[in-house]
């Protein structure tokens, strides 16, 4: 399939690449580069070979926001009426595989939105994050409200929000946003490093994994517990428990067979 503002390529033969590709504008989100990254995303989930999907940007900026040029000319009654953007938004929440986020560079407004719906991020030493959307009349759209005041806490999203201003890679490690900070010539390295270890986990453990931590964000303690225990209990049905276990009381790799 041919994009217009992402490329799409396979690594390893396992993990799905995919690059946002609209530098002349810093990679500003506009809505058909979000339907291109929707379907590259779902592709990706529905192949059986894919174990890993990674999303970057450039080394300038991994997205500067929605775009801006768009959105100044949508009145209330467009914005709500089209619900702006969000369908292509939400097939994000929906991938079931790993997504990481490799940010280089400008994250900000939807661009910061959309590497917190990731999975993880690892980030380029001159990474900046931010929400500014206050400094142009409105407040995050895209969950920056949510996701960055659970990653950071109130007192530093409320600094980032109101003030507008940009966090640099060491901060956003140091408050939790970013899970690891390397130089910019490293970033594709370390995260494809990370999509290879994923993969050569049991897939069905990871994709409960993945379904277990996001149960933390989006349920109570004891209910998160309970879904978590249901799915740890579960595994045991599974022949790469079987595989795993065995691999390692017989001091040997392990080889899963995702089933
Ligand atoms: N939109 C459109 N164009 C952008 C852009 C953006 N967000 N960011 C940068 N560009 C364009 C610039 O206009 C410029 O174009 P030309 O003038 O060359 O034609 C080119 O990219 C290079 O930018 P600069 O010349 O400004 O480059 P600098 O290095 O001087 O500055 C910068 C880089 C990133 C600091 C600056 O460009 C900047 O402040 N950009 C805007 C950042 C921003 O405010 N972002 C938040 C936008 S609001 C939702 C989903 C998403 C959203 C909302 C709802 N739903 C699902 C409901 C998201 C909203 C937002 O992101």
């Known amino acids: 399939m041919s994009h217009q503002f992402i490329q799409v390529r396979t690594e390893a033969d396992k993990v799905g690449v995919i690059t946002l590709d609209r530098p002349k504008q810093l990679n500003a989100l506009n809505p058909e580069l979000m339907r291109e990254l929707g379907q590259a995303l779902k592709a990706f989930d529905a192949d059986d070979a894919i174990g890993c999907i990674i999303i970057t940007g450039g080394e300038k900026a991994f997205a500067a926001g929605a775009d801006i040029a768009d959105m100044a000319k949508l009145s209330f009654a467009d914005a709500y009426k089209q619900d702006y953007i969000t369908r292509d938004w939400e097939t994000i929440r929906a991938i079931r595989k790993p997504v990481i986020a490799a940010v280089s560079g400008f994250a900000l407004g939807g661009g910061c939105e959309l590497a917190m719906m990731c999975d993880f991020i690892i980030a380029a030493d001159n990474a900046r994050f931010g929400q500014p959307e206050t400094k142009l009349g409105i407040i995050p759209g895209a969950g920056g409200t949510q996701r960055l005041t659970r990653a950071v806490g109130k007192s530093k999203a409320m600094d980032l929000i109101l003030t507008g201003r940009m966090m640099k890679a060491d901060e956003a490690e140091r408050a939790g946003l970013?899970?690891?900070?390397?130089?910019?010539?490293?970033?594709?390295?370390?995260?494809?490093?990370?999509?290879?270890?994923?993969?050569?986990?049991?897939?069905?453990?990871?994709?409960?994994?993945?379904?277990?931590?996001?149960?933390?964000?989006?349920?109570?303690?004891?209910?998160?517990?309970?879904?978590?225990?249901?799915?740890?209990?579960?595994?045991?049905?599974?022949?790469?428990?079987?595989?795993?276990?065995?691999?390692f009381v017989n001091k040997r790799p392990a080889q899963f067979k995702n089933q």
């Open 178 to 247: 970013v899970s690891r900070v390397v130089a910019p010539e490293k970033l594709m390295e370390e995260a494809l490093g990370a999509a290879l270890a994923i993969c050569g986990n049991g897939r069905i453990a990871i994709v409960a994994a993945k379904e277990s931590i996001n149960r933390a964000f989006e349920s109570p303690m004891a209910e998160g517990i309970w879904f978590e225990r249901r799915l740890f209990h579960a595994l045991f049905a599974t022949q790469d428990q079987k595989e795993g276990m065995d691999a």
